[in-house]
C-alpha cells in the first residue's frame, strides 16, 4: 500500500453526543474534554496509518472557533498530514451538528505529533 492510501485508510472519524456530563457551566462542550477527544481520535488515526505503537510528542496550536452546545452531535476527523521518519502529523478537525436539522458546522481545529515508538519506548520508524 502507497502512503497515500494508507492516508485515505487511516481517515478516522468519531461521532458524540454533547451531553451535560461533558459540558462546562456555560452548558458547552468543556475545552479539556474536546482535547481529549481530539488526542484520541489523533491516536487511532496515527495507530491504524502505522500499526505501531505510538505516543503523542506533541499538540500544535488549537483553535476553538465556535463552542459546542449541549445537546448537539460532534463528529472529530482525523487525517494523517505528515509521514516522518518516526514521527506522524495529524489534523483534528470537530464539526457539530444539530440533532435536529442539517445544521453542520466547523468548530475546533488542532495538529498533534505521534511518534512510534518500540517496547522499550524508543522512536522506531512509522512505516
Ligand atoms: C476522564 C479521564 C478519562 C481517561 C480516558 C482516556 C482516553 C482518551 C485518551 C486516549 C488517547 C490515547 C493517546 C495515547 C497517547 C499517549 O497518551 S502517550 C502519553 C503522552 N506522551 C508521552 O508520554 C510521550 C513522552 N515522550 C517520549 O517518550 C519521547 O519524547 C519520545 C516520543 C519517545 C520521542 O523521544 P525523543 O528522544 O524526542 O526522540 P527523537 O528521536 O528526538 O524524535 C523522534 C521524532 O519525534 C519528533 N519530535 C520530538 N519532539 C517533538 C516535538 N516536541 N514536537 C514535534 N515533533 C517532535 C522528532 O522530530 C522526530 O521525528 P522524525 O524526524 O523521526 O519523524
Known amino acids: 500500500m502507497?502512503?497515500?492510501e494508507r492516508i485515505q485508510q487511516s481517515?478516522?472519524?468519531i461521532f458524540?453526543?454533547?451531553?451535560p456530563n461533558?459540558?462546562?457551566h456555560y452548558d458547552t462542550l468543556f475545552g479539556g474534554?474536546?482535547?481529549q477527544l481530539m488526542d484520541e481520535v489523533a491516536f487511532i488515526a496515527a495507530t491504524r496509518f502505522s500499526r505501531r505503537r505510538v505516543v503523542t510528542v506533541s499538540s500544535d496550536r488549537i483553535d476553538f472557533n465556535k463552542s459546542i452546545p449541549a445537546g448537539t452531535i460532534i463528529e472529530l476527523v482525523a487525517r494523517v498530514i505528515h509521514?516522518?521518519?518516526?514521527s506522524l502529523k495529524v489534523s483534528v478537525d470537530i464539526y457539530i451538528e444539530e440533532m435536529y436539522s442539517e445544521f453542520r458546522e466547523k468548530a475546533i481545529t488542532?495538529?498533534?505529533?505521534?511518534v512510534a515508538v518500540d517496547e522499550h519506548k524508543n522512536p522506531v520508524k512509522v512505516i
Open 33 to 35: 474534554m474536546a482535547m
Open 2 to 4: 502507497d502512503i497515500e
Open 110 to 114: 488542532g495538529t498533534f505529533t505521534l
Open 11 to 13: 481517515e478516522t472519524r
Open 22 to 24: 461533558t459540558t462546562n
Open 16 to 19: 458524540k453526543a454533547v451531553f
Open 83 to 86: 509521514v516522518g521518519n518516526t
